[in-house]
């Protein structure tokens, strides 16, 4: 055999097999994507979050509270109102734009950071956009 036939070969055997782990790489990011590529869906709308503070509800079986962004007047802000420290519901204070947890007093800012308290992280935050009237989460 020369020596192009036999590179030849090798290149061809490494391509045959390599080419099965390369495609099963492509596909498990693909299913990787898909699982993290929520679609956005309406919650409510820019009108009950003015009248109100704050919109609440579910999406996918994930509660959410939607607050204006306190920076960005023509933003929105999705957080999870699970309290991080052990599980109590917070609520949206509008005047001191915090969320309270009512069971140990843990207090967060509008994206979801610790303010104070024995909360250990912040709450759970989603991706959120208004179109029209309509406030959009992607969860
Ligand atoms: Fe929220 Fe303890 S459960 S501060």
Redo the contacts with the bound molecule.
Sequence with gaps: MKRRDFTNLLGLGLLTTSLPIAIAACQSDSASDAEGSGEFTTLGSMADLVAQGSVTGAIGGKDLVVVRDPSLPDAVLAVSPI?T????T?DWDRGQELFI?P????RFNPDGTVSG???PKPLTTFEAKIEGDQIMVKV
């Design positions: 309290c420290h052990a599980g109590c917070v947890c069971c140990h007093g843990g308290g024995p909360p």
